[in-house]
């Protein structure tokens, strides 16, 4: 069936550094694509998505970028913060339909 | 303004029993939306309401669970007969309406099944 997964399950960068966190999505007719940080004992935190008409979108310090071709989203954090650190998970929204099909998650670990 | 809440943020219960879980959308938000997240996964869809009414139940895992949504604004999602499989974190998203997609999501409930 259709997926949505991460590459990597765990991320570990040096505050100040750049942070790519990568995804993998399996149905092209997804539309649009969405990613959430979520902290420990908290709720998914939405952080910026992103249209399939599109390639590319800049947040505060985020960017995702969207590669149809090989069916690829990444979420790119510059000067990575401690509190950065959480579990991101991409998640994407199917043909215009209404629920989420989220990834597994990468846990980011900012070390100081 | 207000986020979305839920209620109780921490339930624990006995094989068998029922339980019931309250969603408070944020005011407005015409969608909403319910997830299950057992540790350390995604998160898993299980019911989608526009308005009061459920045009997708596609994610109920069985007949035990159910959800309901009055005046277009709170939500209850029951589990009936509860097994230590329900154990999770249930959490719940609001949207503006139909064709806003950002699902905007409350804390959670953690559920415990003894």
């Known amino acids: 069936g259709e997926s949505v997964g991460l590459h990597l399950p765990t991320l570990s960068v040096q505050e100040g550094d750049n942070s790519i966190i990568n995804c993998a999505y399996s149905n092209s007719a997804s539309d649009y694509f969405i990613w959430y940080k979520q902290e420990s004992g908290k709720g998914p935190q939405f952080i910026i998505d992103i249209r399939s008409n599109m390639d590319k979108r800049q947040g505060q310090r985020v960017t995702v970028l969207l590669n149809k071709t090989v069916k690829h989203l990444s979420l790119q954090i510059a000067a990575t913060q401690p509190g950065d650190s959480a579990v991101y998970f991409c998640?994407?929204?199917?043909?215009?339909?209404?629920?989420?099909?989220f990834g597994t998650g990468t846990q980011l670990k900012v070390e100081l | 303004g207000a986020g979305v809440s839920q209620s109780p943020s921490n339930k624990v219960t006995e094989k068998g029993k029922d339980v019931e879980l309250r969603c408070d959308p944020i005011?407005?938000?015409?969608?909403l939306y319910w997830y299950r997240q057992s540790l350390g996964q995604g998160l898993e869809f299980l019911i989608y309401f526009q308005g009061n009414s459920a045009p997708d139940k596609s994610g109920l895992p069985s007949d035990r669970f159910s959800a309901e949504r009055t005046g277009g604004s709170v939500s209850t999602l029951t589990i009936q007969r509860t097994q230590q499989e329900d154990s999770a974190v249930y959490l719940c998203a609001s949207s503006l309406d139909r064709g806003a997609d950002t699902q905007y999501f409350g804390p959670g409930t953690r559920l415990t099944v003894l």
């Open positions: 998640a994407e929204n199917s043909g215009g339909g209404n629920k989420l099909t």
């Open positions: 005011s407005g938000h015409t969608a």
